[in-house]
Each structure stands twice: as C-alpha cells, then as structure tokens.
C-alpha cells in the first residue's frame, strides 16, 4: 500500500502528462505482479464496489479520535473531502505495515463484504492503525468506492508499455474489458498485458474480447477554413452524429457481446441488440452506436418516419437489469452500425474507412441493422447548412472521417482521422447558487456549483432585489411567488485563476453551510452551456441537462436579467 500511496501523491501534485507517465513507468518498474495488476484496474477507471458504508466509517472515526460528531462535521466542512477528513481526525497509528496493494484488497477488503457490523468496524480500526494518513485516506476511497485519481487510461497504457518495451497500441488492445470487473486482476493478466510479442504476430483474443475504440478530435472552425484544413470534401465520409451509447457489437464462436465505451460487458441490457447479431458471420466486430430509435407516421403523409429517441429515454435502459415489457415497449434499443473491425475472423481495422465502410454495407444488406447514412454535399458550406437541421433530426452534428484513414486507437491522428463537427451547444444565463468543493487538487477549492434560473422574468430589479434579500435572511421562497430555481450543476469550463477568484466570491458570500455544501448569496451570472434539454419529474424544477459546463463568468450581467424557466421551455421546443 506504501508504494500505491506514494504513486498517488505523486499523480496527484502535477498536472504534467510527462511527470505523471514517469511516475506510472516507475511505479511499474518496482511493484511485484501481483500488486501492479490491481494497480492498473484501479488506475484505469475500475471501481470498487462499496463495502463499507460511510455513515459506519465516520462514526468509527469519532469513537477513535473521541470527537464529538459536531466537531467532525466542523473539520468536513473545512476539508471538504470525507475520506481526507477521516484520515486527518484519525490517532497516528502504532502499527506501521508493508502489506501490499494486491493483499490489502483481497485478503482484507473483499471479505469484509457481508461480515456484522460491529466485526467490519474492529477489522477497519486495526486496518487504520497501519497506515499514515495517506494510506488512510486510500483505504477509505477504496472501501467507499469513492476512488478516483487524475489519470487516463491512455497514460497508463503509454506507462506500461514504456515498461514493458512493447506497443502502446498493443498495450490498449490487450486492456480491453481489464476493468469490466467479472474477472478478479491477477498476476496472470497483468503479465499478459506487458508480453512481449514477435513482430507482425496479430494479438490473440478472448473470445469476446472488443478492440479499443477510435475516438475523435472536436472541430472549431469555420467552414470557410475547413478546404484549407481538411482539403475537398470528397477526401471525407460525412455522417450524422447520433447521441447514444458507443458500443462494439462482437459476434464469435457462436455467441455474441455486446461492449460499451467504457468498456463495460452490456449484453445483457441489451436483448434487442443480441437478436439483431445472430444474423451475423461468426468473426463479425462492429463499432456503432446503442440507441433508443422509434417509428412513427408522418403528420402529414402518413408515412413510417424513424428518428432517434431523446438520450434521457435510453438512460432508462442503461441501469436497469430487470427489463419489463413496459421498458422494452417504452424504450426499444437499436444498434446504428458505421464501421467494421474484423471480419472473417480478421482484424480489418488497417484498411482504408473507404473498403471498411463498403465491406459493412455489404455485410449488413438484408439484415436488421441499420447503417449511419452517408451524406453529400458539394461543398463545406453546403454541409454547413444542412447542419443546421441537426436539432430536427435528433443528432448532435456531423461526424468527419478521412476516407484513406485506417481506424486508430484511441484519440490519435496517427493511423487515422475522424473529427466531430457538433452544432453549437444551447446556452442560458444563469445564476450561481450553491457551492462545494473539488476533489484531488482541487480539494481545497470551490469548484462544483449549482444553479438556478428565475420561476418567471422579474417585472423589475426591484422585485429581484428583495427576492435576494429573502434569501439572504434565509427566508423560505412563498409558493407562487418569484423565485429562484436550481436546475443543473456544473464543474468544469473555467481556468484554475477563474475558479480561485470565484472561490473567493463564494467564501465572502456565503449564506449557510449544509456538510460540504454551501448556499451562496446570488450574485454571479453564468453562461451554461449544454448538448441537451429534456423534462425530469425527478428534479425541482421539471428539466434536466445534458452535458452542463461553464461557458464564461457573465460579470456584464446583473442577477435580475439571468433567464427563467421560460427559456429552459422554449429550448424544449427546439
């Protein structure tokens, strides 16, 4: 665990990719197998499952420090981070361990599933007295499911294959479904993925195995600059970009998986998808996306239109193992196809997008699937203007893809290239109302926020004045009366500065303190920006958001001219 802490520490205190894939390669160089195989499904975004709930942890906390649980809250309120609290209330512990990353997890944390509490709590507090403050706090992540740390998944494959000597891509290949998590890290896999392999050999695959998905670059230009870029539009295939699941549909030795992007096995919540694969050749990968399409007659003609389902639809798919014939009926998946990876039993990602995508086609004639339509136009301007009907058709845009390119690894423009040509987000002015802070280096700062929308336009700056003065008195909002409502939550789109001076604002500001949260005298507008709006029963004011992210600090804008809920309604209606 000390190796695995002080690797943390280190990933933690840059922001440099170099510093940290160096501290990842040493990391490596140094970890028994066995250590460094839980390390990578960690650091690769696997997730522990919660074995001890945290209510339990911080009560054991305060009988070990003899704190009142006042005091703790007090302390979390400063932290901001509950395992960092725990770990800093904590005795200094007695007995110091050398216990590894692999036999904390297996032989300590794993069994402490199921076990009465009053045993879970003398096994943790002997676990505490073990470690420094550091190892605490990774204890608790891990046993929290709360783990998480500042790296990507392609650094720790570049980490590892600078360790091994071998390809970086061969390395992403081998990872795929690593962290899906029906299969124990051992030391056995670990070794597997840093093999050396003879030049030219092709990888040998788990029968289910996927391929790491190609991702692509987002485009911000203009389309009177895209010809001096990109080149004719005849050198690029242009599809639509749908808003779904990216998955992998594999079909082989008789049987068929269904993967999502991250890498999470999905076959199961999928049975449409299954259906639609059994009319696939054995040795059949397609890339594509998981969507939620339903049919219905035009208005106007009568006719049988299709058209993708909002996102919010699926998302009633996506965690749910029980599928009812109410979910089936109400939210029919479909897979839209637009790549081939392997056919025949033969990895055909090196051949041009050009001979892919006419090997699809011609693959999935007669079947079920549905194949993402190829658009034309003469020019960029024209794709410009047909872009514009992306709202309409229930996409985000269009997808761009080189027509010699091969199909790459991850986001790289090395063997190919795709871009994502999305349509401007949709954007309202709101209001900054509750605050919390980050995580990791941003710890210690306010980065998480809420925020709110007027009920109705205020009739006056007037009226919005005492409304805030309201709030300030802490005065609860009259039913009916103008109010400000909380509508999404945002962390990211402001530079590390914007944020510190906005945490400033926030601690001079601050109305009421609710655990790590605070409410915050409105008095910041924002620009928000967002890919999709949908209705929500499930939140206050009746919307949910797609994707929200700060746009820009509106310091030109007072509170009272923030939009209401009638924008968020007249964006319903795009």
Wanted: aromatic share 8%; with cysteine; proline share 6%.
């Amino acid at each position: 665990m000390k190796r695995f802490a002080r690797l943390f520490s280190e990933l933690d205190a840059t922001t440099s990719t170099n510093e940290k894939v160096e501290a990842l390669t040493r990391y490596f160089d140094e970890a028994p197998p066995r250590d460094a195989a839980w390390a990578v499904y960690f650091l690769a975004g696997g997730k522990p499952r919660q074995v001890v709930k945290t209510a339990s942890l911080v009560a054991l906390a305060c009988h070990m420090a003899q704190i009142e649980d006042w005091l703790f809250d007090e302390c979390y309120q400063q932290v901001g981070d509950m395992a960092e609290t725990i770990a800093l209330v904590l005795p200094r512990g007695d007995e110091p361990s050398d216990v590894g990353l692999a036999a904390w997890v297996e032989e300590r944390l794993l069994p402490l599933r199921g076990l009465p509490e009053d045993v879970v709590a003398q096994r943790v507090a002997g676990y505490w007295q073990e470690l420094d403050t550091l190892g605490r706090f990774l204890l608790i992540k891990l046993v929290g499911g709360g783990f998480r740390v500042g790296v990507s998944k392609l650094l720790v494959q570049r980490a590892l294959a600078t360790h091994a000597g071998i390809d970086a891509k061969r390395v992403a290949q081998r990872m795929m479904g690593y962290t899906d998590g029906k299969a124990l890290p051992s030391p056995e896999r670990y070794e597997a993925l840093i093999a050396k392999a003879e030049e030219g050999v092709p990888e040998q695959r788990d029968e289910g195995q996927p391929y790491p998905f190609f991702l692509a670059h987002q485009l911000d230009l203009p389309p009177e600059l895209f010809t001096p870029r990109l080149g004719p539009v005849t050198d690029w295939l242009v599809e639509w970009k749908y808003d779904g699941i990216r998955g992998q549909v594999v079909r082989r030795h008789g049987k068929v998986w269904v993967w999502s992007r991250g890498e999470e096995l999905v076959t199961e919540r999928f049975p449409e998808i299954v259906a639609l694969a059994q009319e696939l050749p054995d040795g059949t990968v397609i890339d594509g996306e998981i969507l939620v399409w339903k049919d219905t007659p035009d208005p106007g003609t009568g006719e049988i239109a299709g058209r993708p389902a909002p996102f919010a639809l699926l998302q009633q798919r996506i965690g749910r193992k029980n599928l009812t014939k109410k979910i089936l009926a109400e939210a029919p998946v479909s897979f839209m196809a637009y790549d081939l990876l392997e056919q025949g039993g033969e990895d055909v990602r090196g051949l041009s997008q050009r001979e892919r995508r006419a090997r699809l086609e011609a693959l999935l004639a007669g079947t079920r699937f549905r194949i993402s339509p190829v658009e034309t136009a003469t020019s960029w301007r024209e794709f410009a203007q047909r872009r514009a009907q992306s709202r309409d058709r229930g996409v985000e845009g269009f997808m761009l893809k080189r027509q010699d390119a091969a199909y790459g690894t991850g986001r790289t423009k090395a063997e190919g290239l795709w871009w994502k040509w999305k349509i401007e987000p949709m954007t309202v002015d709101c209001v900054l109302v509750y605050a919390q802070a980050g995580h990791g280096r941003r710890s210690s700062v306010y980065t998480d926020y809420t925020f709110a929308v007027w009920s109705r336009p205020p009739e006056s700056k007037e009226e919005a004045d005492a409304v805030l003065a309201a709030i300030a008195r802490k005065e609860p909002a009259q039913p009916g009366a103008l109010q400000l409502v909380a509508f999404a939550k945002a962390y990211s789109g402001l530079t590390d500065e914007e944020f510190r001076q906005v945490d400033a604002i926030i601690r001079k500001n601050t109305i009421e303190k609710f655990g790590p949260v605070r409410s915050v005298k409105p008095s910041l507008v924002f620009e928000l920006g967002f890919e999709g709006i949908n209705r929500s029963p499930r939140h206050k004011s009746g919307i949910a958001v797609r994707f929200p992210r700060m746009l820009r600090i509106r310091h030109d804008k007072p509170v009272h001219e923030a939009d209401s809920l009638e924008q968020l309604e007249t964006l319903l209606k795009l």
